[in-house]
């Protein structure tokens, strides 16, 4: 917000892009913790005419994307106010006191208390009857609460194509990048800038602010055909190779 633009956020900005090529493979395009909405409207823009769903807890946030998406006169977005986790029902959303994108239905030991709401919670698998046969795409971004999102998404994922995912310090703890290599058959990439690192056991060096992982289907000679001309290198660090398309 202070850039100007998303796209020129270091920590986003490259995601965003990502997000703006690979969703044009996928049948229709999820956006799970949306804030205010930059993927949506990413991928919107982007010519993407398949239906978008977001989830957004956040009462404030979830009324001015729903308003911001009405103002734009786009179809098919379809918004929900509610978090998605491991099981449906209702739960406590700890808001930031500060930050709003920082809300998170599991706040880390030691962070700032804020006010909390009791919000919906959702899964993915839930969620699945209401998108058409195809594959997905997905952005992810739940502040410590990845692990919940994969646990309520076991059979969806099988059916995702790419993801963009937040992955924090606890979800590294917890094994959610290998949870998603092992269980889900993805290969792994760290989001670094412009380079997507290729992890093949969930290793990487973190370098701030690049918090984002892309899982897909493709390995990494695939994942070079496939973003041909776009712009994005391909690193296969073990190999000491960079394939650039």
């Known amino acids: 917000m202070i850039l100007g633009r998303p796209e020129q956020d270091p920590g986003e900005g490259a995601s965003l892009a990502l997000a703006a090529h690979l969703v044009h493979d996928a049948a229709s395009f999820v956006d799970v913790g949306a804030h205010l909405g930059y993927y949506v409207f990413q991928v919107r823009g982007s010519g993407f005419a398949g239906p978008v769903h977001w989830f957004e807890p956040h009462p404030e946030l979830a009324a001015l994307l729903r308003s911001n998406v009405a103002r734009s006169g786009y ?14 029902g209702r739960q406590v959303f700890h808001m930031h006191p500060v930050d709003p994108s920082q809300g998170t239905l599991e706040p880390r030991e030691g962070t700032l208390p804020g006010p909390v709401r009791d919000v919906a919670v959702l899964t993915l698998d839930a969620l699945l009857p209401a998108l ?3 594959p997905l795409c997905l952005k992810v971004d ?16 099988e059916r995702v194509d790419s993801l963009i995912m937040e992955v924090l310090g606890p979800g590294h703890e917890q094994g959610v990048v290998e949870r998603l290599i092992r269980e889900h ?3 792994a990439y760290y989001v670094h800038g412009r380079r997507l690192e290729h ?8 370098t701030l602010p690049n918090l984002n992982w892309l899982f897909c289907r493709q390995d990494p000679a695939a994942l070079r055909d496939r973003l041909r001309g776009t712009g994005f290198q391909v690193a296969v660090p073990n190999e000491n190779e960079v394939m650039d398309p």
């Open 75 to 88: 179809t098919h977005v379809h918004g929900h106010e509610a978090a998605l986790g491991a099981a449906p």
């Open 132 to 134: 058409p046969t195809g």
């Open 142 to 157: 739940v502040e410590n609460a990845e692990m919940s999102f994969l646990d309520g998404g076991r059979h969806a994922l």
């Open 185 to 187: 058959g993805m290969h």
């Open 199 to 206: 992890s093949p056991d969930g290793r990487f060096t973190y």
